[in-house]
Structures are given as structure tokens and as C-alpha cells.
């Protein structure tokens, strides 16, 4: 089964993400969440997911941070970047 983290500022975004998805039908675990990239980097050693789904547009820490960072601790890591803006 695949661990799987949400990182968003937004609380909406990410009860969204957590309700919206059957993720034991995509053998699939939610096994955590933070809401900045900084969280994310301080949490992800102890929740060891294989995927992260990130928001591109956080405070302190951005996503494209977020993936430059965690891009080069973690090689395995599956990370998918998310956003509600139509350019980036």
C-alpha cells in the first residue's frame, strides 16, 4: 500500500483531497498532512510517505521550494503538484 501526504495552507484543500478520493480503492494510505512546505520537510521523515500531493502556492515555503528540496532528500518520492491557478 502507498503512503500518501497533503500539503496545503488551504484546510479546505486538503479535507477536499482527503473526502474526495477512496484512497484504499487506489491501495492507497493518507497517512498525514501539513500546511507548508516547511511543516511538510520537519514531518516527512516520520510519516516516510511515497507520494506527496503539494499545493503550488503556500506561504514561507511554495511548492516549487517544496519539490527542489524534498526532490533532492527523498530521490524515491512520487511528488504531484497541485493549484487553482490557471498560469504559473
Avoid: H
Avoid at 477512496?22 to 520537519?42: C, T, Y
Avoid at 533532492?72 to 490557471?86: P, S
Amino acid at each position: 500500500m502507498y503512503r500518501v501526504m497533503i500539503i496545503d495552507d488551504e484546510i479546505s484543500a486538503r479535507k477536499l483531497l482527503q473526502t474526495s478520493i477512496d484512497w484504499r480503492s487506489l491501495n492507497m494510505e493518507l497517512v498525514g498532512e501539513a500546511a507548508s512546505g516547511i511543516e511538510a520537510i520537519n514531518i516527512i521523515d516520520e510519516l516516510q510517505p511515497d507520494i506527496v500531493f503539494v499545493d503550488i502556492s503556500m506561504p514561507f515555503m511554495n511548492g516549487i521550494e517544496f519539490v527542489e528540496v524534498a526532490s533532492k532528500r527523498y530521490k524515491d518520492l512520487v511528488i504531484i503538484i497541485l493549484t487553482g491557478f490557471d498560469d504559473f
